[in-house]
């Protein structure tokens, strides 16, 4: 079992900065591939960002690529979601998911574990 505890959300105007964290309380964190998934409401789930856990490959939703970064520290059991140049549409709950995979994820049905979600609102 793994538990997922994001950390770091709240209320930022446009074009402002936040960083996400998520801790996973587990011994063999290095065996899973952690993701990035957001919800807005009357929405989907979408993904947003994946990093695997050996080489570190990241992927990237086109909508965030270039202002988002998606990085994990292994020693600490912790992955982060640096999220800059935010926009309106980037408001939704946040969740950071695990799975057990060497390779970059972007479908949500292949991750297994999931936090409790975080909201993020960024303000016109």
Request: glycine content about 10%; hydrophobic content about 35%; aromatic content about 10%.
């Amino acid at each position: 079992q793994v538990q997922l505890v994001e950390s770091g959300g709240g209320l930022v105007q446009a074009g402002g900065s936040l960083r996400l964290s998520c801790a996973a309380s587990t011994h063999t964190f290095r065996q899973y591939t952690m993701g990035w998934f957001r919800q807005a409401p009357g929405k989907e789930r979408e993904f947003v960002a994946t990093i695997t856990w050996n080489l570190g490959t990241t992927t990237y939703a086109d909508s965030v690529k270039g202002r988002f970064t998606i990085s994990r520290d292994n020693a600490k059991n912790t992955v982060d979601l640096q999220m800059n140049s935010l926009k309106p549409e980037d408001t939704a709950v946040y969740y950071c998911a695990a799975a057990l995979s060497l390779s970059p994820l972007t479908n949500s049905k292949s991750f297994g574990y999931w936090g409790q979600g975080i909201q993020v609102t960024v303000s016109s």
